[in-house]
């Protein structure tokens, strides 16, 4: 995909308005972050999603993120890097999955693609 590069400071959040927070393992930097890839770790916090069962919800909140459209041309050590335009998906703590990855802002100096 093509975009402005993913990097630690990016704004992210799950559908369900939690927090993704990236720990990046590149050495690459852009735009006062680290470039995120593929194969960093996305934890997602703060996540409200419930299952609506009777006779009460059951609590089941987006805790991590799977890239499954990185970027296709650029790569950071070899792996991946991760763009606007890249598609990720988050996941239940039962591994299932719960929609799409929002990504609000991020850095304006570098893209890839």
């Keep these: 995909m093509t975009g402005m590069a993913l990097t630690d400071t990016a704004l992210m959040?799950?559908?369900h308005g939690g927090v993704v927070t990236a720990i990046p393992?590149?050495?690459?930097?852009?735009?006062?972050?680290?470039v995120l890839t593929a194969t960093d770790t996305f934890i997602i916090s703060g996540c409200?999603?419930?299952?609506?069962t009777a006779p009460s919800p059951?609590?089941?909140?987006?805790?991590?993120?799977?890239?499954v459209v990185p970027d296709v041309q650029t790569r950071s050590g070899g792996v991946p890097t991760l763009s606007q335009g890249?598609?990720?998906l988050c996941f239940s703590v039962l591994g299932f999955?719960?929609?799409?990855?929002?990504v609000l802002s991020t850095q304006a100096n570098l893209m890839t693609r």
């Design 97 to 102: 999955p719960q929609g799409p990855l929002m």
């Design 48 to 52: 409200p999603f419930q299952l609506p």
């Design 86 to 88: 890249s598609v990720g």
């Design 13 to 15: 959040m799950c559908p």
């Design 58 to 67: 059951i609590p089941s909140p987006c805790i991590r993120v799977v890239w």
């Design 25 to 34: 393992t590149s050495r690459v930097r852009a735009g006062g972050g680290t």
